[in-house]
Nanobody
Framework: QVQLMESGGGVVQPGASLRLSCAVS????????IGWFRQAPGKEREFQAA????????NYDDSVKGRFTVSRVLAKNTVYLQMNNLKPEDTAVYYC??????????????????WGQGTQVTVSS
């Protein structure tokens, strides 16, 4: 059973930065692609970023390219999402998830088998 737990959310002003963490079960990062998604009230869950099981591929939604960076530390069993220059439209619950699907399917939430409980990010002045 793969377990994931997000942390690091909060309330910030526009232009600020936050780093989200996704702690996963030991061994998960070497076998699963990890994706970051977000869901705003009344909207569908949206892909934000993904990092492949070998760490060799990183991908981002166009809306966050240049502002968000995904990374991982194997020794800590943790994946990070560094979010810079946050905007009010980034307000949402952020989730990390794990999948063994082929990497080309990383943007599809339906392909992810395991999810964390989410962490709230609110960007407001």
């Amino acid at each position: 059973q793969v377990q994931l737990m997000e942390s690091g959310g909060g309330v910030v002003q526009p232009g600020a930065s936050l780093r989200l963490s996704c702690a996963v079960s030991e061994g998960t990062l070497r076998r699963y692609t990890i994706g970051w998604f977000r869901q705003a009230p009344g909207k569908e869950r949206e892909f934000q970023a993904a990092i492949s099981w070998n760490g060799g591929s990183l991908n981002y939604d166009d809306s966050v390219k240049g502002r968000f960076t995904v990374s991982r530390v194997l020794a800590k069993n943790t994946v990070y999402l560094q979010m810079n220059n946050l905007k009010p439209e980034d307000t949402a619950v952020y989730y990390c998830a794990a999948t063994k699907a082929i990497y080309s399917e990383y943007p599809s939430a339906l392909r992810y088998d395991y999810w964390g409980q989410g962490t709230q990010v609110t960007v407001s002045s």
